[in-house]
């Protein structure tokens, strides 16, 4: 390989893409494709179903989509989906199937947000894409009888949350959200908690 060629791909290698809500949704629903036609065997896809997801992005979006650029904007999605998963199994939480949204009760809302600013667009909203993100990055989650609810909650917002990606050097957003969900926890667990060791003592 000569100098040229070598500074293109390195040069390649460097490139971000921000992914616009569009472009998210556009491979969200690409990728569900490709499950629904067996391309995902072992919970792993096929290196081939990147590689047309680029090049669906690239050409309808006018952009210069690579493999790479797709793999590291499912990641996103992963993290996205993680929180939204342990979100559904907090306490105070309940799950919409019909509305596709977690209700969080009003007494733990303002508390838990306040704690975790970045879960907001996660609550008490309609998770845009959410059974398209289930079938390209989801587990198994307890669903329509197994799920809780709180018919008391205000929806504050019915507007979708959408997935947006600054570019593929998000990585720290990521491991921020996710420190987050595990160190912080609603005031009235902590107060709970807190009781039930005065109790022992």
Not at 27 to 46: H, W
Request: proline content about 3%; aromatic content about 6%; charged content about 35%.
């Amino acid at each position: 390989m000569d100098k040229g060629k070598m500074k293109e791909v390195s040069e390649d290698k460097k490139t971000q893409l921000r992914w616009s809500k569009p472009m998210s949704k556009e491979l969200l629903k690409f990728l569900a494709d490709e499950v629904k036609k067996g391309n995902r065997p072992n919970n792993t896809f096929n290196s081939s179903s990147f590689v047309a997801a680029a090049d669906t992005i690239s050409k309808k979006f006018n952009v210069k989509c690579l493999p790479d650029h797709v793999d590291n904007h499912l990641r996103t999605v992963k993290t996205a989906w993680s929180i939204i998963a342990k979100l559904r199994n907090q306490s105070g939480c309940g799950w919409d199937d019909n509305m596709r949204m977690i209700r969080m009760s009003p007494d733990v809302y303002n508390t838990y947000v306040e704690a975790n600013p970045t879960h907001e667009k996660y609550l008490n909203k309609k998770i845009d894409m959410y059974d398209e993100m289930a079938s390209v990055v989801g587990k198994d989650i307890a669903r329509g009888s197994g799920a809780k609810s709180f018919d008391d909650v205000e929806v504050q917002s019915l507007g979708a949350v959408n997935l947006e990606e600054k570019g593929d050097g998000d990585d720290e957003f990521v491991k921020e959200n996710d420190k987050q969900l595990t160190s912080n926890a609603p005031l009235e667990s902590r107060k709970s908690r807190k009781r039930t060791r005065d109790d022992d003592s």
